[in-house]
């Protein structure tokens, strides 16, 4: 079953931009992910965040997590060429065993990102 | 290079002819599963697999099998594949909740 929701479904800018994309989920989660995809190829994890986190940072990226409004975001700052791809969120039950959610992810259908140089 | 391997990478088939789909993980990971990808409808997990000899069906798993018999290797089972199969699949394997993929399996069944 879907969980994540994630908007836009697509989403065109100029490199240099910022982007940013918006996830909503459901149900109670232990945590939040987001991941890449390039055309096909399988899905690159790019960043976790914890249900007890508000934000977070890797490089360009800087995650945020709502759940009061049960949503994240996902901004790509200083935007490039080579970020053009499909990025998903998804989430992790609550209630995993040890922090963890085994994998037992659902994933949203995702925003198609497309960086013009 | 730490890696999930899955193979082939492109499958073309006729309904009803078994066929099998390998991964195998150099990872050491205890958690394996199965996505398929379809336009419109996300990555939808099929089977998942919490170590050796125990499977449990994910989302979807009508039409497939797998087996755990070895901690490295998660095999995809279609024993009788239909057009409804056509698919982009996926494995994958977890550490601490996080997702390695496979670079994929691009099946047409006809």
């Known amino acids: 079953s879907q969980q994540g929701e994630e908007d836009p479904q697509a989403l065109s800018i100029q490199e240099g931009e910022n982007a940013t994309m918006n996830c909503s989920y459901k149900?109670?989660?232990?945590?939040l992910q987001w991941y890449r995809q390039n055309s096909g190829r399988g899905l690159v994890h790019l960043i976790l965040i914890r249900s007890n986190e508000r934000e977070k940072h890797s490089g360009r990226l800087r995650v945020t997590l709502d759940t009061s409004k049960k949503s994240s975001s996902l901004l790509i700052t200083a935007s490039r060429a080579a970020d053009t791809a499909s990025y998903f969120c998804a989430t992790g039950p609550q209630g995993s065993s040890g922090g963890t959610s085994y994998g037992k992810l659902t994933f949203g259908q995702g925003t198609i990102l497309t960086v013009h140089p | 290079e730490a890696q999930v391997t899955q193979n082939p990478r492109y499958l073309i088939t006729v309904t009803g002819k078994k066929l099998t789909v390998t991964c195998s993980q150099n990872?050491?990971?205890?958690?394996m599963s199965w996505y398929r990808q379809d336009p419109g409808l996300g990555l939808r997990q099929i089977y998942y697999s919490m170590n050796v000899e125990v499977t449990d069906k994910g989302d979807v798993p009508e039409g497939y099998k797998v087996s755990r018999k070895e901690k490295r290797n998660f095999p995809l089972i279609l024993e009788s594949p239909s057009p409804n199969q056509t698919s982009l699949y996926f494995c994958a394997s977890s550490f601490l909740g996080k997702l390695f993929f496979g670079s994929g399996t691009q099946l047409s069944v006809l």
């Open positions: 149900t109670s989660i232990n945590n």
């Open positions: 990872m050491n990971h205890e958690y």
